[in-house]
């Protein structure tokens, strides 16, 4: 016994959806709508600055006062505490020190000769005198907020 089966035209396709058309439509529009919400709920911003120190002895790891360079000093709780009264904020300082990060800026042919020192096993110490501060912004934080917390 053969079994004949009917054929779909693109024709009855596009007919099947015209007749459902007000499914398709508030179909198209709530996922849309959740597609919006799923992508502002997981952004996030980052913001980053960078900072010289243009004293001659950083490169030696001190400030001119003959003071020890502790570049963390720049997000200690005092520093962000004040920045945070200054914007405004009702931040946890933690909270907002936990999201920054500092990664000093190495040139290329120091971080060549720190390497080879590596690989001799001799020690090689460089204090660079640049560095990124970045700050992560949780969801619900704007572009804005990000910068004027750097």
């Known amino acids: 016994m053969v079994k004949v089966m009917n054929k779909i035209t693109i024709y009855d396709l596009i007919g099947y959806i015209f007749k459902h058309k007000w499914f398709v439509f508030i179909f198209v529009i709530i996922t849309t709508i959740c597609g919006f919400m799923l992508i502002n709920s997981t952004q996030t911003y980052t913001a980053q600055a960078i900072i010289r120190f243009n004293e001659l002895n950083t490169s030696d790891g001190y400030l001119s006062q003959g003071k020890k360079l502790d570049v963390y000093e720049i997000i200690s709780p005092r520093v962000i ?54 700050y992560n912004a949780d969801q619900g934080k704007s572009l804005e907020y990000a910068r004027d917390i750097v």
Do not use: W
């Open 81 to 134: 505490s004040e920045a945070l009264q200054t914007m405004g904020g009702d931040d946890n300082v933690e909270d907002v020190r936990s999201k920054c990060t500092i990664v000093g800026i190495i040139p290329d042919d120091v971080q060549e000769i720190k390497e080879a020192n590596q690989k001799e096993g001799t020690e090689f110490v460089y204090y660079p005198n640049s560095y990124i501060i970045s």
